[in-house]
């Protein structure tokens, strides 16, 4: 038990662990101690010191002090014992987003190798370079992700336990294009969209997190929320940089709050009205939860152009197209989209829960 805590200090800086729950602190003169307000009890005056050298923190004002684990004992209110626990699955968590972090880099370094990526992309309409740096998307063209990883000294055991490649060896997510998912700067998941015949999507079992890209996405007071990334990719192309996606219809509880922790936002819900109706069933849900405005656009026909597949014409689907279209035009010229909402609203049919503030 000593050997497993000693080993936890040692890996842990507790400068980096406050700093990732922004701590704020300022360097005192040349060493390495550094100075900001007590994370542990309110505090106004800077009385917080942490020796980074020696992985110590003293509090002036509350009189406590002690290394990683007793500041976690202190700030999480943990035994001894639940504290290394605790510690122990947050540093295997670090671990397998370094991991995960890898594969992501690997994957961008492929995309702009393998013709069929590229044009699976113009197809969806993606055709804006820093977009794709913008959402650090990449392609597993398979074969070759065990070698890569093993080659930086992660083990075939850590690649299997999370999925990232069968049992075999292969890359579970061969011929997909990758999509890194973070939650705090970290990459906790990897989505794979498939170009071919496979099953289209791909999630590593594990979390999905919260909101796509909700750290930017989360000072807008208007909000578009998506079904699917390629629907956000190419919104956020086409000006809408104040939309984030759900990836799935399935809202998480953690999703909802974060559609929530604003008062007064408004947030429209655009997802697929597709055959199996999972769109239309997750609908109610959030709509009950946040208050949102349903926008039905069938298929996402209005986004990237794509003729339905099946089927004769569909008249409410070309009538969303045209006015998806018509406000993805508006927007792009710097129109007050703000007036022509409601309209909007009322050619789609829609009656309008809320009035929106803005987008």
């Known amino acids: 038990m000593r050997e497993d805590w000693e080993h936890l200090k040692q890996r842990i800086s507790l400068l980096d662990y406050l700093q ?49 684990i007793r500041f976690v004992e202190l700030a999480e209110r943990l035994s001894f014992q639940q504290t290394v626990a605790y510690l122990q699955h947050g540093f295997a968590l670090a671990h397998d987003s370094e991991l995960l972090d890898n594969a992501a880099r690997f994957y961008q370094t492929q995309l702009h190798r393998h013709p069929e990526a590229a044009e699976y992309l113009r197809q969806r309409g993606i055709c804006d370079s820093r977009l794709l740096e913008d959402m650090e998307l990449g392609y597993a063209p398979g074969g070759n992700l065990r070698r890569q990883l093993t080659g930086l000294g992660y083990s075939f055991d850590l690649l299997l336990r999370t999925g990232l490649v069968g049992n075999q060896g292969r890359d579970a997510f061969c011929r997909r294009l ?59 192309q086409a000006g809408f940089r104040n939309v984030t996606s759900a990836i799935g219809t ?10 929530c922790e604003q008062p007064g936002r408004c947030v429209y819900i655009a997802f697929d009205h597709d055959a199996n109706h999972a769109g239309q069933r997750a609908f109610p849900l959030a709509y009950s939860t946040v208050g949102a405005t349903f926008l ?64």
């Open 296 to 359: 039905d656009i069938a298929r996402r026909l209005g986004i990237h152009g794509m003729a339905p597949s099946h089927g004769g014409p569909n008249l409410r689907c070309l009538r969303h197209t045209f006015a998806v279209r018509r406000l993805l035009s508006w927007y792009s010229q710097g129109m007050d989209v703000n007036k022509l909402l409601p309209q909007l609203s009322v050619y789609l049919g829609m009656q309008s829960p809320r009035t929106p503030t803005g987008i």
């Open 250 to 259: 399935h809202l998480t509880s953690a999703q909802l709050a974060q559609l």
């Open 20 to 68: 990732q729950r922004n701590w704020t602190a300022r360097r005192v003169s040349a060493r390495e101690e550094f100075v900001g307000l007590c994370p542990l009890p309110a505090d106004t005056r800077p009385s917080f010191h942490v020796n980074a050298r020696k992985n110590l923190f003293y509090c002036h004002g509350c009189g406590r002090g002690g290394d990683l």
């Open 178 to 236: 990758i999509f890194p998912l973070r939650q705090q700067g970290r990459v906790i998941n990897l989505y794979g969209r498939s170009i071919g015949g496979a099953f289209p999507h791909r999630l590593l079992p594990r979390s999905k997190g919260g909101l796509f890209a909700w750290d930017s996405v989360r000072t807008f007071p208007t909000v578009i929320l998506v079904e699917g990334l390629f629907d956000l990719a190419v919104l956020w």
